[in-house]
């Protein structure tokens, strides 16, 4: 016979809470707690971003001025408004009130983060600050060759002594450090999003603010986005037994001519004769057949043929160039426009006339036998140095480039 009992009420409450506890551990283990029930499916994250190390804001000077290259903030001291920002650090408060959007008399929480409206006078140490001038970045390639210099070598060395500088103190050197984002607070964001915007964590976000406890941000506020902390290089350490004796190292190479010497004239070998490479050329194509005619001027054309516009072409070139026959012939006229310009007309076989116009200096009478080439005029000066050609088949003007090409 079995008997069925009931466990008391208060035994079941217990039970039950056990279980969720040790869920809720089970849950935990290996994995950061992550309030924001979107990491239940799967899906978006923030755990990533609540793991990554960040860097420790950098260290004010007296008057709260943390100063890096491209621009300036102040941290807010506990019961500071920005009219008091804005006296320590000789600015004006309604100026300062404007960039940060912010009432210049709301009080501030200590450590909250004031952006600059422009550069006031660089940290250094009559004001507080380590070193002089702005958070510099690391500069790597200082870094590098300090550490080639610095990395132990097993050669022998020898060391100079110290001169008058390094009994000296050293410098201080500028302050370096990688430059935060800005990022200016606009309508309907929160630090949880804007964390989650540059993956780092609400609460390095708000310690590098000066945030409350609410996380409350405002629009038109300016944050710095904690930068990541960069671990130190690591560097190995040479012990002693690694080091050798001085004197003792890698064994030096035996020379080359050591093994096998020279040959006794390098020179006389001279390397055979390198044939000369064949080209083909091809075959021997026919002479370019010559242009009928010849350009009376070497120009721009600068009027194309158009017939019952433009009966010929137009040439431009240097005022007092030569104008030359287009082809061998016979002066046929010589004759004037109705501005008195000379006009020349030479007669050419097939019943070919050539025309030129507008040309002055007229070399040659009517009657007169020319040959290709042969100058016969020049050009005008001023904005009329162009000759108008013209190509006529018996008296019917035709386009003189074919002709010319």
Same mark, same amino acid.
């Given at each position: 016979m079995i008997t069925h009992m009931r466990a008391p009420r208060g035994a079941c409450r217990r039970m039950i809470l056990a279980t969720v506890a040790l869920g809720a551990l089970a849950a935990c283990d290996g994995q950061p707690l992550d309030f924001d029930l979107r990491g239940l499916g799967g899906g978006f994250s923030t755990a990533d971003a609540a793991t990554k190390a960040t860097a420790n804001r950098p260290r004010a000077d007296d008057r709260g001025v943390i100063s890096y290259p491209n621009y300036q903030v102040a941290v807010a001291n506990r019961g500071d408004t920005l009219n008091d920002v804005a006296t320590r650090l000789n600015l004006n408060a309604a100026e300062l009130a404007k960039f940060n959007g912010v009432a210049a008399d709301v009080p501030l929480r200590k450590g909250e983060i004031i952006a600059l409206p422009r550069r006031v006078a660089e940290p250094s140490p009559a004001t507080g600050a380590a070193t002089t001038g702005p958070i510099q970045p690391l500069d790597v390639t200082t870094l590098a060759g300090n550490a080639i210099n610095n990395s132990p070598d097993t050669s022998v060395q020898t060391a100079a002594l110290p001169s008058a500088q390094t009994t &000296?103190?050293?410098?201080?050197? #500028?302050?370096?450090? #990688?430059?935060?984002? *800005?990022?200016? !607070?606009?309508?309907? /964001? &929160?630090?949880?999003? !804007?964390? *989650?915007?540059? %993956? !780092?964590?609400?609460?390095?976000?708000? /310690?590098?603010?000066?945030?409350? #406890?609410?996380?409350?941000? *405002?629009?038109? %506020?300016f944050l710095l986005i904690p930068v990541e902390r960069q671990p130190p290089p690591q560097r190995e350490v040479a012990t002693a037994s690694a080091t050798p004796a001085p004197g003792v190292g890698s064994p030096t190479p035996t020379p080359p001519s050591a093994v096998k010497p020279l040959p006794a004239n390098d020179t006389a070998t001279t390397p055979a004769a390198t044939p000369a490479p064949t080209v083909n050329v091809g075959k021997t194509t026919a002479p370019v057949k010559a242009a009928k005619m010849g350009f009376p001027i070497k120009g721009d054309i600068i009027r194309e043929y158009s017939k019952g516009k433009n009966e010929g072409i137009n040439i431009k070139a240097a005022p007092g160039t030569s104008v030359k026959s287009a082809d061998a012939g016979t002066v046929a006229a010589i004759t004037q426009s109705a501005d008195g310009v000379p006009i020349i007309v030479v007669r050419h076989p097939d019943n070919l006339l050539t025309v030129y116009a507008n040309v002055t200096d007229v070399a040659v009478q009517k009657g007169d036998t020319v040959r290709r080439g042969q100058g016969i005029a020049k050009l005008r000066s001023g904005d009329d140095a162009y000759v108008h050609f013209e190509v006529r088949n018996g008296f019917d003007s035709v386009d003189p480039l074919p002709y010319l090409q």
């Open positions: &000296t103190a050293p410098s201080s050197a #500028a302050q370096s450090g #990688a430059e935060p984002i *800005r990022h200016k !607070v606009e309508r309907g /964001e &929160t630090a949880f999003t !804007v964390a *989650r915007l540059y %993956q !780092v964590s609400a609460k390095s976000l708000a /310690e590098w603010n000066g945030l409350g #406890a609410d996380f409350a941000v *405002r629009e038109g %506020q």
